[in-house]
């Protein structure tokens, strides 16, 4: 069986190029979402409405040869955040991907601009961090979706004081229905709220991100009763976890929130989950994370153990500075989710340093990495400084031996 994979476009058939034409009128099935297929209703031809991986490929897999080629329709380009990344491989069929014209593309000939410079954000299905990307790059092209509308995403904007950035705003691009807005974020907090839209948002005042340096003073914090992760405690475990610019990360037993703080900046286009329990220390922590303004923080209230099993996420990392003597099974949790997952571990007491060996001496599929940090702090006393010392720490690096063997 043939199945061709079609970008179709913003929609409207006339957007179809001659490949796509051809090789739709080839194909006595199509199958592909209820918007899809509305043209050829009145084609003679089968229409399947369905978008799911599992019953495409069934519908191939029933078919006779003589009942084929079968054409499976999708919107934008087959390469530009699509259905057909999920159709790959059909089982006992040959798959052939045909390009068609992806939103950005047409929204950009429509605005007069180039897209080659646009960085790309997708908030249909997706929780990628538009602020981060708006804040960094002079040019951002949004695909919305859902609850992520125009208007809501102009309001997110505006929390973060980026009210003034140019908007541009397609709404039923390619129909008769076509609308285009312009202006700032501030114009759009009221509408439009379609799902079916796409952004382009221009910043003058965008700077490139740097890797901020660990360890942020502590006096930066707001600060409560709960305990904090010292600055330098923090220079040494961030280092250690090295997080990526787009990864997931898990701040277990967050306190007042400084290494939730640091790992969301330094991850300002992942998201960072901060598991708390502590009534005063998570009223801290909201307000650390609304005074640094990240919004790609989630704070998770409530015994880790407990919340962290139902979060539907893959944690690339996790930095854990208190477990309420749930080690074993927030670690079995987290490698239940990601057996690659690397993972940071502060401990004071030798009671804690000894569960965390104990628990790795079962899984030899990691590697430790253990290093004490002690250090002490000056205080001025008349006309000299006395040092005082500090708690000594242990920082516990778990790696997995397949990020080793690489």
Known sequence: MHVYIIGTGPGHPSLLTEQAKAAIAASPVLVG????????????????????????????????????????????????????????????????????????????????????????????????????????HPKVFVLTGGADSPAALCRELCQAGLDRVSVAIGCDLSYDTETILRGTAADFLDGPADSLAVMMIENASARPWTRPVHGLPDEAFLRGKAPMTKQEIRSVALSKLAPSDHAVLCDIGAGTGSCTV???????????????????????????????????????????????????????????????????????????????????????????????????????????????????????AGQHHLMIAQNPVYIITAIPMAAIEE
């Open 33 to 136: 979402d209820k918007r899809m297929l509305a043209p050829f209703a009145s084609s003679g031809k089968r229409l399947v409405a369905t978008y799911r991986r599992d019953e495409i490929c069934q519908l191939a897999a029933s078919l006779a040869d003589d009942e084929g080629p079968m054409a499976v329709l999708v919107s934008g380009d087959v390469g530009f955040f699509s259905l057909a990344a999920l159709l790959k491989d059909i089982p006992g069929c040959t798959v052939t991907r045909i390009a068609g014209i992806s939103s950005l593309v047409y929204f950009a000939a429509a605005l007069q601009t180039t897209w080659n410079d646009a960085f790309i954000v997708s908030r249909h299905g997706r929780r990628e961090s538009l602020v981060a990307a708006v804040r960094q």
């Open 262 to 380: 640091e790992l969301a900046l330094q991850a300002p286009f992942g998201h960072v989950y901060a598991f708390e329990i502590d009534d005063q220390a998570l009223d801290v922590l909201q307000q650390n994370i609304r005074h640094f303004n990240l919004p790609n923080v989630t704070v998770v209230a409530g015994d880790a153990s407990v919340t962290l099993p139902p979060l539907a996420i893959i944690p690339d990392y996790a930095f854990i500075g208190g477990t309420k003597g749930s080690l074993a099974a927030i670690l079995d949790d987290l490698y239940h989710k990601n057996k690659n997952c690397r993972i940071v571990i502060t401990a004071i007491t030798l009671e804690t340093l000894a569960a965390v060996t104990t628990y790795y001496a079962a899984h030899r599929e990691y590697r430790l990495d253990i290093t004490q940090v002690s250090t002490a702090r000056s205080r001025q």
